[in-house]
């Protein structure tokens, strides 16, 4: 089984390290991290529900929950792979799985939690079809 098998939809992006992205102790803040997720979160999103699709429809994600663990502090100059996958759906929610590696190894996971919601009402909605029809495709759903 290949890593795209027990990962569905993997979604994988190359970041770096910037200066405004440096606390004063000289390593890569932690609210760095969160915004790297929303980078591979809308990445993925982008692939299997656009934008356009939620604004269309009205229905689109909320975060519910993040919770992040720092193995290994990143530096400046340091260029970390982000990969992120659906660890979990229920009806009107999903899990992410997220990690961040640098040279082989874990700097950083992550799970996040987010429902869907129709944004007028701001009430749940199901998992939307095309995520399900995606997930199913992976043989996750």
């Known amino acids: ?14 970041f770096q ?3 405004y992205d440096i606390d004063f102790a000289g390593i890569v803040s932690n609210i760095v991290y969160v915004r790297w997720l929303e980078d591979l979160r809308g990445q993925m ?3 299997h529900y656009p934008v356009e699709t939620m604004r269309t429809t009205g229905v689109g994600p909320v975060l519910l929950h993040t919770d992040i663990h720092y193995r290994r502090a990143l530096r400046l100059g340091d260029h970390p792979i982000g990969r992120m996958w ?5 009806r009107t929610r999903w899990v ?3 990690e961040f590696i640098l040279d082989g190894g874990v ?9 869907f ?3 007028a009402r701001m009430r749940p ?7 399900r029809r995606a997930l199913e495709a992976a043989g996750a759903a």
Do not use: K
Request: proline content about 6%; some cysteine.
């Open 96 to 98: 992410l799985q997220a």
């Open 117 to 119: 919601v129709d944004y």
């Open 86 to 90: 659906v660890a979990e759906t229920r």
């Open 125 to 131: 909605m199901p998992v939307p079809e095309s995520l």
């Open 45 to 47: 999103l982008a692939e």
């Open 17 to 19: 390290a910037r200066t």
């Open 1 to 14: 089984m290949g890593l795209e098998d027990s990962r569905p939809l993997l979604t994988s992006l190359t």
């Open 107 to 115: 700097v950083c996971e992550a799970r996040q939690t987010g429902a």
